[in-house]
T-cell receptor, first 116, second 114 residues
Framework: ETGVTQTPRHLVMGMTNKKSLKCEQH?????MYWYKQSAKKPLELMFV???????ENNSVPSRFSPECPNSSHLFLHLHTLQPEDSALYLC???????????????FGSGTRLTVV | DAKTTQPPSMDCAEGRAANLPCNHS???????VYWYRQIHSQGPQYIIH???NNETNEMASLIITEDRKSSTLILPHATLRDTAVYYC???????????????FGKGTKLSVIP
């Protein structure tokens, strides 16, 4: 366990379904992130939240909708996904960035999503 | 685009030191070098980072050349559990637009062989 917990570990959903991925951390971190890792491709940053406020959205389609109710929890709501959205979705957290970025990220184990 | 270049794969005998190179010839003075690894089907794991000086922790050592254009991650006594993809990442030391981004490249797949 890394301190960042993602549920579910595996998810199979149809293209018309609505589902949510959950991420939880109790490391006292204030920044949380969603990453996507498709087969044979590098990790891609999707969203960044700092103190519950979204600070970055890397041109992610609107069928992915993040939610950060507090600094410890992060959700990714999914609807009308496509088969090419099948991937490993990783959540990460880090300390309050502040001015100096002298810290590492802690990643969860990911949710393996398959869209059928 | 990733700002680092790494060999796609390396082998290392169990118990020997694994030396993983990384080129970052365009690194600027205010950028750190970070190393992460990803064991199959798990999330990436932070290993170590440095700015100018060599660094050591319980997992590994990081050697940065004097001109900072390349670095080497050293796992002193590789075990089978060290088999993973190792990512070298360059990242700004100060906050600003895009600074939250950890840009992962393809990394080096290290295979530790019994």
């Amino acid at each position: 366990e890394t301190g960042v917990t993602q549920t579910p570990r595996h998810l199979v959903m149809g293209m018309t379904n609505k589902k949510s991925l959950k991420c939880e951390q109790h490391l006292g971190h204030n920044a949380m992130y969603w990453y996507k890792q498709s087969a044979k491709k590098p990790l891609e940053l999707m969203f960044v939240y700092n103190f519950k406020e979204q600070t970055e959205n890397n041109s992610v389609p609107s069928r992915f909708s993040p939610e950060c109710p507090n600094s410890s929890h992060l959700f990714l709501h999914l609807h009308t996904l496509q088969p090419e959205d099948s991937a490993l979705y990783l959540c990460a957290s880090s300390q309050d960035p502040g001015q100096y970025l002298n810290y590492g990220y802690t990643f969860g184990s990911g949710t393996r999503l398959t869209v059928v | 685009d990733a700002k680092t270049t790494q060999p796609p794969s390396m082998d290392c005998a169990e118990g020997r030191a694994a030396n993983l190179p990384c080129n970052h010839s365009t690194i600027s003075g205010n950028e750190y070098v970070y190393w992460y690894r990803q064991i199959h089907s798990q999330g990436p794991q932070y290993i170590i980072h440095g700015l100018k000086n060599n660094e050591t922790n319980e997992m590994a050592s990081l050697i940065i050349t004097e001109d900072r254009k390349s670095s080497t991650l050293i796992l002193p006594h590789a075990t089978l559990r060290d088999t993973a993809v190792y990512y070298c990442i360059v990242r700004p030391a100060y906050s600003g637009a895009g600074s939250y981004q950890l840009t992962f490249g393809k990394g080096t797949k290290l295979s530790v062989i019994p």
